[in-house]
């Protein structure tokens, strides 16, 4: 006696495919405070569970982070809708794995040092030495 193997044709679907779950998080990613301060970042993995009505029900974190970015992520799966499945007239539950970038921009800051030149000896005035860090925000 052979066992069957449960093919179910539908699995829940991201409304909009791929690219509208990457602008979704793009575009709803707000960055921890705590992970800024920090200089956090990395990949949070996570498994979500989705309902029949393409609700997400659970979040189950693979990979984390600190600094907040769990709990982000969290926020962001579930703010996901996916499409409504029925597979021969059953109700099921799937469970998809996510991966979530967390990537600070880089600093703007330039640094640029003002070096004295050798001259020859004249009666030219004193040269220092300066140097500065200017940040932009």
Known sequence: MTKQKHKFLNLPQILGGKEALKKHFESNLIYPKEAIEKRIEGIVEL??????????????????????????????????????????????????????NFQLPPEKRINYNVVKKKQEPTKAKAVQNFSYTINLS
């Open 47 to 100: 498994n979500a569970e989705i309902n029949d009505n393409g609700k997400v029900i659970g979040v189950e974190i693979i990979k984390g982070l600190e600094g907040g970015c769990n709990e982000e992520a969290i926020r962001l799966i579930k703010a996901v809708q996916f499409g409504a499945v029925k597979n021969k007239g059953r109700r099921l539950k799937t469970k998809k794995r996510f991966k979530i």
